[in-house]
Every structure is written in C-alpha cells, then in structure tokens.
C-alpha cells in the first residue's frame, strides 16, 4: 500500500479551487504528495511548520491579510494546536480550513497512532468544530468548499478529516 498519488491530487486541486493561496504544513506521511505539490506550485505559498501550534498563527495572520489558507496536520498534531485553536482562533472569530489525516483510526497497524485515533472525533465534538470525513474522491471539490464556506460564513474553525480508505491504494 502507498500514499494515493490521484486522491492527494484531487484535494490539492480542490484546495486550489477553493483559492486557497497559503498551506501551512508539518511533514507528514499522508499528507507528503499534498505538501510536495503545494512546494513545487509557484502560486501557492508553502510555510513548513516546526510545530501545529505555529500552523494555526500563520493560518489566523493570513486570514487578517485577506489571503486562503488551509492547515494541513496529522490528528495528533491538531491534538497538539488545540490552545491556540481555542485562544486565538475562536477567540478572534478566525475561519480555519484544517485538512486532518486521521491516523489511528480503522485499519491502524500502527499502536502509537491509535489513542490520537481514538479522541479525534470526541475532542472536535467536544470543541464544537464542525467535522467532514472525504471518503468519495469525485466528492472532494464539493465537500472541500462546503468546509471552507463554513468556515468562513461562521468565523470558526473547521475540520475535514482524510481517512486511510481515501489516504491509500494498493501499490
């Protein structure tokens, strides 16, 4: 099994029609095809970030300046943004476009992975964020501007979570 080169093409092309012109991004396996392309396209502007936390500070400093920007972070590092998701992007009613792998979940191999799987879903209840799960790639257009809509409509921050079945194929 390999990370989906044609299912990570189709969120970076809805990303695109969405006019997203920021990603801000920490290395991460599923999400290496949308990061390279974000790198290698000239009219998006790619900020790697150390840490998750820094992600929601760019994202909130380019929704002030009038530019799209979406988040893109594994589960356990939107666990780890939670304090300025609360503190800053709630707080100053910031949209956030926030592109989740969701490790941890169904099909996990991986034991570190599945306690962040676990919580996902509860914690973004929890925090009142509303949640899309991508499975239906010919959806993903559609579904991508929704998000953003909301978030934009509603001046909080939303979450489109990307599962294994649409993550991975068969190499």
């Not at 390999?2 to 990303?15: E, F, H, Q, W």
Request: charged share 20%.
């Amino acid at each position: 099994m390999s990370v989906s080169i044609t299912n990570s093409k189709l969120i970076y092309d809805g990303l695109k029609a969405c006019d997203v012109k920021l990603i801000a991004a920490l290395p991460e396996t599923w999400l290496v095809h949308l990061i390279r392309m974000a790198d290698e396209d000239r009219a998006m502007t790619l900020v790697r970030v150390a840490r998750e936390e820094e992600a929601i500070g760019i994202a909130a400093g380019a929704h002030l300046a009038g530019v799209n920007a979406a988040l893109l972070m594994q589960n356990h590092g939107f666990l780890a943004a939670i304090n300025p998701i609360v503190s800053l992007a709630f707080l100053y009613k910031i949209p956030l476009l926030m592109l989740i792998s969701y490790r941890g979940h169904m099909g996990e191999k991986d034991p570190w992975q599945t306690q962040g799987g676990l919580v996902t879903e509860p914690v973004l209840r929890a925090l009142g964020i509303p949640t899309s799960t991508l499975t239906i790639p010919h959806d993903i257009p559609r579904r991508l501007k929704e998000a953003q809509t909301l978030a934009h409509a509603s001046l909080t921050p939303v979450a489109v979570l990307l599962p294994r079945e649409l993550m991975w194929e068969e190499a």
